[in-house]
């Protein structure tokens, strides 16, 4: 997706998200900040959108979120002085092809259904494994394309539509995988259908 259409499509979504799609990615959220708490210290949360995900994270972790919608911080920042979620840091905008942190910055990178968004994921899967410290964790939740049957006929269908909907549809997996440093240690799906998957990388040491 371009950047004017992520602009748009996120302009549009941001007033309704949480209850529409924020309510579907649920689970997802739910496990991936488990994991990250499991982890602990220093966590980045690469679209972070509204900020459904950041009363989740336990008071001890130390969040620091971003986005590229300003529409969906707005939301984030809301969130946080309303929930006093004194864990959360900051909340900036910002391209995730270009991280404004130094090397080895976090313990754990989070992505929740946001690679399939991005204009060039596998620059923002180097991004992200460039800010991890080594030996730390790379977590994404996102619906990857199937090969076959029906839910992957309808994929294919929706696929033209993605500047409109926001993601893409047929987003296939092996485009987040294959990043120098990176190590797939876990892939798992979240739903019986299969509709969101989790990756658990490591970086190396």
Same mark, same amino acid.
């Given at each position: !997706?371009?950047? =004017?259409?992520?602009?748009?499509?996120?302009?549009?979504?941001?007033?309704?998200?949480?209850?529409?799609?924020?309510?579907?990615?649920?689970?997802?959220?739910?496990?991936?900040?488990?994991?990250?708490?499991?982890?602990?210290? %220093?966590?980045? =949360?690469?679209?972070?959108?509204?900020?459904?995900?950041?009363?989740?994270?336990? /008071?001890?972790?130390?969040?620091?979120?971003?986005?590229?919608?300003?529409? !969906?911080?707005?939301?984030?920042?809301?969130?946080?002085?309303? +929930?006093?979620?004194?864990?959360?840091?900051?909340?900036?905008? !910002?391209?995730? %092809?270009?991280?404004?942190? /130094? #090397?080895?910055?976090?313990?754990?990178?989070?992505?929740?259904?946001?690679?399939?968004?991005? /204009?060039?994921? +596998?620059?923002?899967?180097? +991004?992200?494994? %460039?800010?991890?410290?080594?030996?730390?964790?790379?977590?994404?939740?996102?619906?990857?394309?199937? #090969?076959?049957? @029906?839910?992957? @006929?309808?994929?294919?269908?929706?696929?033209?539509?993605?500047? @409109?909907?926001? @993601?893409?549809?047929?987003?296939?997996?092996? %485009?987040?995988?294959?990043?120098?440093?990176?190590?797939?240690?876990?892939?798992?799906?979240? *739903?019986?259908?299969?509709?969101? *998957?989790?990756?658990?990388?490591?970086?190396?040491?």
């Amino acid at each position: !997706m371009k950047p =004017e259409a992520i602009t748009s499509s996120y302009r549009r979504w941001a007033p309704i998200y949480d209850f529409t799609f924020g309510r579907i990615t649920n689970t997802g959220r739910r496990h991936a900040t488990k994991v990250a708490n499991t982890i602990g210290g %220093r966590v980045l =949360e690469v679209g972070v959108g509204t900020g459904l995900a950041l009363p989740f994270y336990n /008071p001890s972790v130390d969040v620091t979120g971003i986005d590229f919608s300003e529409d !969906m911080l707005v939301r984030a920042r809301a969130k946080v002085a309303e +929930e006093k979620l004194s864990h959360v840091r900051e909340l900036r905008q !910002m391209d995730a %092809r270009d991280l404004d942190f /130094p #090397d080895a910055s976090f313990d754990t990178v989070v992505a929740m259904h946001l690679i399939s968004v991005v /204009p060039d994921p +596998e620059k923002v899967m180097a +991004e992200m494994a %460039r800010v991890c410290k080594p030996g730390g964790q790379i977590l994404l939740v996102n619906h990857f394309a199937r #090969d076959e049957g @029906w839910l992957a @006929w309808l994929e294919r269908k929706f696929a033209p539509f993605a500047d @409109w909907m926001g @993601w893409h549809s047929n987003f296939p997996k092996d %485009r987040v995988l294959g990043i120098h440093d990176l190590q797939l240690v876990e892939d798992k799906p979240l *739903t019986s259908l299969g509709m969101f *998957t989790f990756l658990r990388m490591e970086k190396a040491v």
